[in-house]
C-alpha cells in the first residue's frame, strides 16, 4: 500500500480543486435539524453504483504516469482494444498455440486489400518475410494483418482499433509500463507473458493462448499495433516510430 498511498498523494497535484467555502453555519444547522428518514435501500445501490462510475471515470482520466494508481484501483487496464489484467500467478497455457481464427499467408498487396485499413510497414525492419490476414467476416474482410521477421521471431500484428477487446493478457511481475510512440501513448510490457485472441463474437478463444514475448502495444490513425519479440523498448519503440 505505500505505493499507492504515494501515488494518491502524488495524485493531488493532478487535480485543481477551489477554496472550501466556510461551512461551519450549515454544520451547525445539520446537528440540530431532526434526524432525516432513513435512505431507500434502491437509492443507496444507485448512489454506490454512480461513485464506482465516478471512480472509473476519474480513472479513464488520470495521466500516463497515474497507471499505477489505475493498476491499483481497478487490477483492470484497457487500452487500444487490448485488456490486461493484472495477477501475481496467472494461468499460462498449455499444449501448442493455434493460430488466430481465419489466419492465412497472403502477399502484401493481397493483404492490403483483405484489410479495410492502411497496411504500414516499419522502415527499421524493411519488408516483411511473411504476411498473414485472419478472422475475416462474412464480407471477406479480414481483422487483422500480421508482419513477420526474422524467422518469425519477431511479429507486427495490426488490426481495427474500433474493434475491442481483441487481446487478452495477463500480467505477472511489475506488469506493463507506459512509453511512447512518437506522439502516441504506449504501453511495454517487458516480460513474456500468456496472450489470447478474442474473436467477432467476443468470445475469447483460450486455443489461441500462447506464451507473448515482451510486447509493445500503441495505436494510431484508428489502427491498434502490436510489436512482439526478443527486443528492448528502446529497439521496440524506434521500429514503431518507423511505420512508413
Same mark, same amino acid.
Given at each position: ?8 498523494? #502524488? ?7 477551489? #477554496?472550501?467555502? $466556510? ?9 440540530? &435539524?431532526? =434526524?432525516? *428518514? /432513513?435512505? $431507500? ?13 465516478? /471512480?472509473?471515470? !476519474?480513472? /479513464?482520466?488520470? *495521466?500516463? @504516469? ?14 487500444? +482494444? ?18 488466430? =481464427?481465419?489466419?492465412?499467408? %497472403? ?30 467476416? @462474412?464480407? +471477406?474482410?479480414?481483422?487483422? %494483418?500480421?508482419? !513477420?521477421?526474422? +524467422? ?7 488490426? $481495427?482499433?474500433?474493434? $475491442? ?16 510512440? @512518437? /506522439? ?16 467477432? &463474437? ?10 507473448? &514475448? ?15 519479440? #526478443? !527486443?528492448?523498448? &528502446?529497439? %521496440? ?8
Amino acid at each position: 500500500m505505500d505505493d499507492l498511498e504515494r501515488e494518491l498523494r #502524488e495524485l493531488s497535484g493532478w487535480l485543481a480543486t477551489p #477554496e472550501p467555502p $466556510d461551512v461551519t453555519a450549515q454544520v451547525r444547522a445539520r446537528i440540530i &435539524a431532526p =434526524p432525516r *428518514p /432513513a435512505v $431507500d435501500n434502491r437509492r443507496r445501490r444507485w448512489r454506490y453504483a454512480v461513485g464506482a462510475a465516478l /471512480a472509473v471515470l !476519474l480513472v /479513464a482520466l488520470l *495521466p500516463p @504516469g497515474r497507471a499505477a494508481v489505475a493498476d491499483a484501483v481497478t487490477g483492470l487496464l484497457r487500452f487500444a +482494444g487490448v485488456t490486461i489484467t493484472t495477477s501475481s500467478a496467472p494461468v499460462l497455457p498449455t499444449g501448442s498455440p493455434a493460430p488466430l =481464427p481465419g489466419q492465412r499467408p %497472403a502477399g502484401l498487396d493481397e493483404a492490403q486489400r483483405a484489410v479495410r485499413f492502411p497496411i504500414r510497414v516499419p522502415a527499421a525492419l524493411g519488408p516483411p518475410e511473411r504476411v498473414l490476414v485472419a478472422d475475416p467476416d @462474412g464480407t +471477406g474482410g479480414h481483422r487483422v %494483418a500480421s508482419l !513477420l521477421y526474422r +524467422g518469425g521471431t519477431v511479429r507486427l500484428d495490426a488490426f $481495427d482499433g474500433g474493434l $475491442d477487446p481483441v487481446f487478452f493478457k495477463q500480467v505477472a511481475g511489475s506488469g506493463p509500463e507506459w512509453t511512447q510512440v @512518437g /506522439a502516441a501513448s504506449a504501453i511495454w510490457i517487458s516480460a513474456p507473458h500468456p496472450v489470447s485472441y478474442v474473436d467477432r &463474437a467476443g468470445t475469447v478463444r483460450q486455443a489461441d493462448a500462447r506464451l507473448s &514475448a515482451a510486447t509493445l502495444i500503441w495505436a494510431d490513425l484508428g489502427v491498434t499495433y502490436r510489436l512482439e519479440g #526478443e !527486443l528492448t523498448r &528502446a529497439e %521496440a519503440v524506434a521500429i514503431g516510430t518507423s511505420l512508413r
